[in-house]
């Protein structure tokens, strides 16, 4: 990948850039704060800002200033790793060359730890535009105002927020039982007896161990977290979608070793491909 960056006044431009598919990116299951605007763009807001992105051609543009690009939003699209050359490598079979090919563009965003702790939490049981809605209500009440483009938005509220809140403050987000998981988290990342920026940097067995003991937050979860939150590349989360690919697709002694260290990209492609592509 030769991206170059380049700042058109008011935007940035990511050109000659292999694998940054708008539409994979944010509508593969693995964030929840980015929606089309009226112009086919997406909008969204991540680490206290909010940020418009639009496909030209062979381009992305991204409305925000060098300095915030090369400050935030380079590393929060993970724009420093080669995904054409995983993807190439992952091709081990018919299904997975389709997988890959129909996932082309996916990149796993290095999202704000808490706010993929508390989302995925917040993502048990549940379906992705019930999630939004409850993410942003949550975001509305306890966040930060953001404003874009003469419109107001959120920031994610920090878990030293939400520590001091009960369920009851919880109760206009109707996310039932979900209010106590997240307050649970919260405290438990406020005071610091579980710090996910540690855990980014251990073991994949030690840092799901770890968040296991969060109350609520089982292997599902935690994948996802170990995924999307704290970039462990190699974490595999296995959910309804991936139970029926993998036993159709793969064999029964499959080990998601094989792509390793990048087994969680792998999980994307196939999930993505598997719930919209076939």
């Known amino acids: 990948m030769n991206a170059t960056f ?13 694998d940054f598919d708008l539409y994979g990116i944010f509508e593969c299951g693995q964030c929840f704060r980015w929606n089309l605007d009226e112009s086919g763009a997406y909008v969204g807001v991540a680490f206290g800002k909010a940020v418009r992105l639009r496909c030209k051609g ?3 543009f991204i409305s925000c200033s060098m300095e915030d690009f090369q400050s935030v939003w380079y590393d929060y699209f993970d724009l420093s790793r080669n995904y054409e050359t995983i993807r190439e490598g992952m091709n081990i079979s018919d299904f997975m060359r389709c997988a890959t090919a129909y996932g082309k563009g996916i990149r796993i965003l290095r999202q704000e730890k808490w706010e993929a702790l508390c989302s995925f939490i917040i993502s048990q049981n549940n379906h ?8 942003e209500a949550l975001c509305g009440l306890f966040g930060e105002q953001v404003e874009f483009n003469g419109k107001m938005y959120y920031s994610f509220p920090s878990p030293e927020t ?8 919880l109760a206009p987000l109707k996310c039932g039982y979900r209010a106590s998981y997240i307050l649970s988290a919260a405290r438990a990342v406020a005071d610091g007896s579980i710090d996910l920026e540690a855990l980014s940097q251990n073991s994949l067995d030690v840092a799901r161990k770890e968040l296991l003991k969060i109350h609520g937050v089982g292997n599902k979860v935690a994948d996802c977290v170990l995924l999307f939150g704290l970039g462990l590349l190699d974490s595999f989360p296995i959910d309804v979608w991936m139970k029926r690919a993998l036993s159709e697709h793969f064999s029964p002694d499959f080990d998601p070793s094989v792509f390793s260290p990048y087994a969680g990209i792998a999980q994307q492609y196939i999930f993505h ?3 919209g592509g076939l």
């Open 273 to 275: 491909y598997k719930r």
């Open 6 to 18: 380049i700042d058109r006044c008011g935007e940035v431009e990511v050109a000659c850039v292999t």
């Open 128 to 135: 992705i535009p019930r999630i939004k809605k409850i993410v």
């Open 58 to 60: 062979e381009s992305v």
């Open 162 to 169: 939400l520590c001091t809140l009960d369920e009851s403050d």
